[in-house]
């Protein structure tokens, strides 16, 4: 059964500083409801006037600045189905509840997808992923998110619940631009589903920040399967280099039948700067963006390779 709560704000309605971290100056109803199926209906109720609260890691910042004021927070921290990290034979699952430090002890995710562990490692520090969720990363739509490079390379599908049952949309397809994404003002991400790679597969990722706690400027992962020294597959995705995390087609498609020598590397290198688009923001420039951008594909895939190499 649904919990629900009316919070109100401290009267009179003052004008809050929006850097001061202890007021929420927002009027809302709080609902924690038990099941998927009792957020889609309040999401169906409300609209857009609601919002999903999991962490809470960027949704209470944004309504303590005041940059959102939802009228509804529903609360999926008690919905067990959203919460878990399952093996299913040919893939792995992932409730978009699951905390980022869940996925960083599962050995698992350290394993089988390692460009994963190595993002969710390299997010905040442990008291934020003690509380900020896979899910969340991604509804969030940031063209930075850490956890959506691994995830392209890996090629995962989102199921996606809604009043008219549920879907599968590959992670390609998710994201529309910043802070947009294929999700109905009626639907829920529900599960990541994470295929099982073909044997030989090993995966690296690489994060370029201002400093450890910061956005990404730049973040790459890659997905290598060799045989012989010539690469026989090669996924390669990028964020915070356009205005959705990408997947670097062309470079792929230049690298595929190649031994990984340095000249290929470089040449590959100098292809990822045609296939970004970034911009200059608080956190770098775009020709710093692009310059980076070959330089730490160029490393990830040598880091893949060596553990092809070393296993």
């Not at 609902?31 to 109720?45: D, H, N, Q």
């Not at 399952?86 to 390692?114: C, M, P, Q, W, Y």
């Not at 060799?226 to 597959?233: D, L, N």
């Amino acid at each position: 059964m649904t919990e629900r709560k009316f919070v109100k704000p401290l009267k009179p309605k003052v004008d809050v500083n929006k850097v001061n971290t202890r007021i929420l100056p927002v009027e809302f109803e709080y609902f924690e409801p038990r099941t998927v199926k009792e957020v889609v209906e309040l999401l169906s109720k409300y609209g857009s006037d609601a919002k999903i609260l999991a962490g809470g890691t960027d949704l209470i910042v944004r309504m303590k600045q005041r940059f959102i004021e939802p009228k509804y927070i529903v609360n999926i921290k008690k919905v067990k189905e959203l919460n878990f990290i399952e093996d299913r034979r040919d893939h792995l699952a992932i409730g978009a509840a699951t905390k980022l430090r869940e996925i960083e002890n599962s050995g698992i995710v350290r394993k089988k997808f390692t460009a994963l562990y190595e993002a969710v490692r390299s997010m905040a520090g442990v008291q934020i992923r003690n509380m900020a969720t896979i899910g969340g990363n991604l509804c969030n739509a940031s063209p930075a998110a850490d956890t959506a490079p691994p995830l392209l390379v890996f090629e995962a599908k989102l199921k996606i619940v809604g009043l008219d049952g549920e879907k599968l949309v590959p992670i390609s397809e998710f994201f529309l631009g910043p802070g947009k994404t294929v999700l109905k003002h009626n639907e829920v991400l529900a599960e990541i589903w994470i295929p099982y790679q073909p044997e030989g597969t090993e995966s690296a990722f690489i994060k370029i920040a201002r400093v450890a706690m910061d956005l990404a400027k730049v973040n790459v992962a890659v997905a290598l399967r060799t045989e012989g020294g010539v690469v026989k597959s090669v996924r390669i995705a990028l964020g915070a280099v356009a205005p959705t995390p990408i997947r670097a087609y062309k470079t792929e498609e230049f690298l595929t039948g190649k031994e990984l020598s340095e000249a290929v590397l470089e040449k590959a290198a100098e292809i990822v700067k045609t296939e970004v688009k970034p911009i200059t923001d608080i956190r770098s420039t775009a020709e710093y963006r692009r310059e980076v951008s070959g330089v730490i594909v160029k490393d990830a895939l040598l880091k893949a390779y060596e553990r092809i190499s070393g296993r």
